[in-house]
């Protein structure tokens, strides 16, 4: 990285530290035998020396890290707030029927194939 000083490494190491506790070192389809800070030298290594602390500073402060179980939340809490939602309302325009009579909606053979549908994660 062409760190000069003892500053330049130690100003660093907190926030590389953390994204490696926290995140990537136990991100559940993370390489066995490979730690964070390793990955990140030889992602790194990959760019011009000129080029490797804007590349650093893309990781530290712009890359946005999602694991598992956050993406498995927001699939659980937008699925009957938005997507089941849409499909009542896609429903009701694509049958004629008024969008207040839910159960009516709910019980359509056409809601039930988009039920049907829906994305089942992963376990």
């Given amino acids: 990285m062409n760190w000069e000083t003892e500053e330049d490494v130690i100003s660093r190491v907190p926030?590389?530290?953390?994204?490696?506790?926290?995140?990537?070192?136990?991100?559940?389809?993370?390489?066995?035998g490979r730690r964070f800070i390793e990955s990140l030298a030889l992602w790194l290594n990959q760019f011009d020396a000129k080029d490797r602390d804007t590349a650093l500073d893309l990781v530290l402060g712009r890359l946005i890290y999602f694991s598992e179980a956050e993406l498995l939340h927001l699939v659980q809490t937008a699925y009957p707030d938005l997507i089941v939602q849409e499909r009542l309302q896609l429903v009701a325009d694509e049958q004629g029927i008024s969008a207040y009579r839910v159960g009516e909606i709910r019980h359509h053979p056409r809601f039930t194939e988009l039920q049907l549908k829906h994305f089942i994660w992963p376990q």
């Fill in 15 to 32: 926030s590389l530290q953390l994204l490696a506790d926290y995140k990537y070192d136990h991100y559940q389809r993370f390489g066995p």
